[in-house]
């Protein structure tokens, strides 16, 4: 008897047990929450294995290999669909990420913390509209025979433009309207940030002869470097399946500029019925944007000794 | 008077102006984002020959409240009741699912915590994309239901991570002491750390009904029934493909079009001024690995 309630505490390890029993509460409370996280997000994960089979039109589902991907990278819109991903969120980091920075910086400065407040209490509104409100506005915005914008340019002496429908100028509307959507919600969480800074730093570098300048880039700066750090993984991890403010705005005669990754596996996979090719047009997407943040992980972990993953 | 209380004087001034041409600017920044805003309501209540030569109200030339009447008389409220279950329903589910993980996961002896954080934080990394999620909602069957629109938002690990941290943040002395006068872990989460986190709890809220309300691809990729679409989905189509649903069968004026709009930032422009108070205090990012 001895001998074998030994043995059995040796392979099943009732601390263990012990353990699960005292936080079964726990548990049950982690139990949905998990359940979700495996069906709705590993599941997915799982289902891109059919980016290497015929699923789609036929019943029997055969295992083709790296057939779909052959037609991908030989396809001509792919690599459309690729250029206006890679231009359109190379223009939205570039244009886009320095700009709550800079606003939170400058709210920094205000003295008043009614004005503070305000500040972000009217900036931070756009962010919860969604894109088609955002797009309908932008569209008045816009519109060459009502919109302000043009009416300006009228003022000017400009001709007007039809900026929802120029390819030259669709591209322009949509980092502005990114621009004008994200920009409070990306200064909010910087000005918070910002609001932990120890402000004897700020008296110890006047009094050392350090102006305002200096301060910015000796103390502001580096004392948000994380923020910005997460920011920007965040920032590049769903840069390229931008895909509702395109869905939303674009339409046939700018096509050629906004067709994007995500629309293009819309299109293929879904609308087409294309399913095994348009999963991998997903499969590559996700894979790149995962290089993508990794190795920018990888890169501010070595250069700036700071990483967030 | 000596040169340092000179200099002393002349960096003021800089500083002055700097203050200045600062508080200008961010002026100019809330006049830009407002604008747009006050323009939508301010030609919601037009009368149709005020918006009929194509122009960008900014002053209301008149004010009428026929625009809201033709759009409550139309197919459009049908969409705001749907927006509205799936908003309501889905933030209460979301709010269910996440609460008590972020608790369980803000517990520090928790079993596999590692394990399970890092399960949940490689979801913020990598996206399957549209095709695998498309696929499993027609697997599931539930293309063409409303909960296509509930369930698999019902955590957002943005939101869970928000959570989480701030539940950890609460002193650990607390729980204990509660655990010593006989509480289990669900009476802890409801009569210790609940109360202390409605600040949290409240921006969190406030971002699942957003993200519901607003939610517009998802829901022309899973419904296809016209009686079940969304406020956004109806609000996309009479914008930018002219539908002619509301009524008169010839052409929707921006006024009528507008009203619609409203109607589509009414619940958020309502409960964002209670919340927003809420955010500084709990919006602090970072944390995210551990």
Same mark, same amino acid.
């Given at each position: 008897?001895?001998? =074998?309630?030994?043995?059995?505490?040796?392979?099943? *390890?009732?601390?263990?047990?012990?353990?699960?029993?005292?936080?079964?509460?726990?548990?049950?409370?982690?139990? /949905?929450?998990?359940?979700?996280?495996?069906?709705?997000?590993?599941? =997915?994960?799982?289902?891109?294995?059919?980016?290497?089979?015929?699923?789609?039109?036929?019943?029997?589902?055969?295992?083709?290999?790296?057939?779909?991907?052959?037609?991908?990278?030989?396809?001509?819109?792919?690599w459309?669909?690729?250029?206006?991903?890679?231009?359109?969120?190379?223009?939205?980091?570039?244009?886009?990420?320095?700009? /709550?920075?800079?606003?939170?910086?400058?709210?920094n400065?205000?003295?008043?913390?009614?004005?503070?407040?305000?500040?972000?209490?009217?900036i931070?509104?756009?962010?919860?509209?969604?894109?088609?409100?955002?797009?309908?506005?932008?569209?008045?915005?816009?519109?060459? *025979?009502?919109g302000?914008?043009?009416?300006?340019?009228?003022?000017?002496?400009?001709?007007?433009?039809?900026?929802?429908?120029? /390819?030259?100028?669709?591209?322009?509307?949509?980092?502005?309207?990114?621009?004008?959507r994200?920009m409070?919600?990306?200064?909010?969480?910087?000005?918070?940030?910002?609001? =932990?800074?120890? /402000?004897?730093?700020?008296?110890?570098? *006047?009094?050392?002869?350090? #102006?305002?300048?200096k301060?910015?880039?000796?103390?502001?700066?580096?004392?948000?470097k994380?923020?910005?750090?997460?920011?920007l993984?965040? #920032?590049?991890?769903?840069?390229?399946?931008?895909?509702?403010?395109?869905?939303?705005?674009? #339409?046939?005669?700018?096509?050629?500029?906004?067709?994007?990754?995500?629309?293009?596996?819309?299109?293929?996979?879904?609308?087409?019925?294309?399913?095994?090719?348009?999963?991998?047009?997903?499969?590559?997407?996700?894979?790149?944007?995962?290089?993508l943040?990794?190795? =920018?992980?990888?890169?501010?972990?070595?250069?700036?000794?700071?990483?967030?993953? | 008077?000596?040169?340092?209380?000179?200099?002393?004087?002349?960096?003021?001034?800089?500083?002055?102006?700097?203050?200045?041409?600062?508080?200008?600017?961010?002026?100019?920044?809330?006049?830009?984002?407002?604008?747009?805003?006050?323009?939508?309501v301010?030609?919601?209540?037009?009368?149709?020959?005020?918006?009929?030569?194509?122009?960008?109200?900014?002053?209301?030339?008149?004010?009428?409240?026929?625009?809201?009447?033709?759009?409550?008389?139309?197919?459009?409220?049908?969409?705001?009741?749907? !927006?509205?279950?799936?908003?309501?329903?889905?933030?209460?589910?979301?709010?269910?699912?996440?609460?008590?993980?972020?608790?369980?996961?803000?517990?520090?002896?928790?079993?596999?915590?590692?394990?399970?954080?890092?399960?949940?934080?490689?979801?913020? $990394?990598?996206?399957?994309?549209?095709?695998?999620?498309?696929?499993?909602?027609?697997?599931?069957?539930?293309?063409?239901?409303?909960l296509?629109?509930?369930?698999?938002?019902?955590?957002?690990?943005?939101?869970?991570?928000?959570?989480k941290?701030?539940?950890?943040?609460?002193?650990?002395?607390l729980?204990?002491s509660?655990?010593?006068?006989?509480?289990?872990?669900?009476?802890?989460?409801?009569?210790?750390?609940?109360?202390l986190?409605?600040?949290?709890?409240?921006?969190?809220?406030l971002?699942?009904? $957003?993200?519901?309300?607003?939610?517009?691809?998802?829901?022309?990729?899973?419904?296809?029934?016209?009686?079940?679409?969304?406020?956004?989905?109806m609000?996309?189509?009479?914008?930018?493909?002219?539908?002619?649903?509301?009524?008169?069968?010839?052409?929707?004026?921006?006024?009528?079009?507008?009203?619609?709009m409203?109607?589509?930032?009414?619940?958020?422009?309502?409960?964002?001024?209670?919340?927003?108070?809420?955010?500084? !205090?709990?919006?602090?990012?970072?944390?995210?690995?551990?």
């Amino acid at each position: 008897m001895d001998k =074998t309630r030994g043995s059995s505490k040796k392979f099943t *390890s009732p601390g263990i047990l012990k353990n699960i029993h005292r936080q079964k509460y726990l548990l049950l409370m982690l139990l /949905p929450g998990l359940l979700w996280f495996v069906v709705f997000k590993y599941c =997915t994960y799982a289902g891109l294995g059919l980016a290497f089979t015929n699923y789609g039109f036929k019943k029997s589902v055969d295992f083709v290999g790296m057939r779909n991907f052959i037609r991908l990278f030989k396809s001509v819109a792919f690599w459309t669909a690729f250029k206006n991903t890679m231009i359109i969120s190379i223009c939205n980091i570039i244009f886009y990420f320095p700009f /709550p920075i800079i606003i939170a910086l400058l709210i920094n400065e205000l003295r008043s913390l009614r004005m503070k407040r305000t500040v972000q209490f009217m900036i931070y509104i756009p962010y919860f509209f969604s894109w088609v409100v955002v797009g309908t506005i932008f569209v008045n915005l816009f519109s060459p *025979s009502s919109g302000l914008v043009n009416q300006i340019l009228k003022l000017l002496g400009q001709d007007s433009i039809y900026f929802m429908a120029n /390819p030259q100028w669709f591209r322009f509307v949509l980092i502005a309207s990114y621009i004008w959507r994200q920009m409070g919600y990306g200064a909010v969480i910087y000005v918070a940030t910002l609001s =932990t800074v120890d /402000p004897q730093l700020y008296e110890a570098a *006047s009094i050392d002869g350090c #102006n305002k300048w200096k301060q910015v880039f000796y103390i502001t700066l580096p004392s948000i470097k994380t923020t910005i750090i997460t920011m920007l993984l965040l #920032n590049l991890s769903h840069v390229l399946l931008i895909f509702e403010q395109i869905m939303v705005m674009y #339409n046939a005669s700018v096509y050629s500029v906004s067709d994007v990754l995500q629309t293009y596996t819309y299109r293929e996979g879904i609308l087409s019925g294309n399913i095994a090719y348009g999963t991998s047009i997903s499969l590559f997407t996700g894979l790149v944007s995962f290089m993508l943040v990794m190795g =920018t992980n990888w890169i501010t972990k070595h250069f700036l000794e700071e990483s967030v993953l | 008077m000596n040169p340092k209380s000179r200099i002393k004087i002349k960096e003021s001034n800089s500083r002055k102006i700097f203050r200045l041409f600062n508080a200008l600017f961010l002026a100019v920044v809330c006049i830009i984002v407002v604008i747009p805003i006050w323009n939508v309501v301010v030609t919601s209540f037009a009368q149709d020959q005020d918006v009929m030569g194509g122009v960008y109200l900014l002053l209301p030339k008149s004010f009428t409240l026929k625009n809201y009447a033709r759009v409550m008389n139309s197919g459009y409220m049908r969409g705001f009741w749907n !927006s509205m279950f799936v908003a309501v329903s889905g933030t209460a589910l979301a709010m269910a699912v996440t609460v008590p993980m972020g608790f369980a996961l803000a517990q520090k002896k928790l079993i596999g915590r590692k394990i399970i954080m890092r399960i949940i934080s490689i979801t913020l $990394v990598f996206d399957a994309g549209i095709m695998p999620f498309y696929i499993l909602i027609k697997t599931l069957g539930l293309i063409d239901t409303r909960l296509s629109l509930i369930l698999p938002f019902a955590v957002s690990t943005f939101n869970l991570i928000i959570v989480k941290n701030y539940m950890s943040s609460i002193p650990e002395s607390l729980i204990e002491s509660a655990k010593l006068d006989g509480c289990n872990d669900f009476m802890i989460l409801i009569k210790i750390v609940l109360p202390l986190a409605v600040p949290i709890l409240s921006a969190v809220m406030l971002f699942y009904f $957003v993200s519901f309300w607003n939610r517009y691809t998802e829901a022309v990729m899973f419904i296809n029934n016209s009686s079940r679409y969304t406020l956004q989905v109806m609000l996309r189509a009479l914008v930018f493909q002219s539908d002619g649903s509301l009524g008169e069968g010839n052409a929707v004026y921006d006024n009528t079009k507008m009203a619609v709009m409203v109607l589509g930032m009414l619940p958020v422009l309502i409960i964002y001024p209670f919340v927003q108070k809420h955010f500084v !205090s709990g919006l602090m990012l970072g944390g995210v690995k551990e």
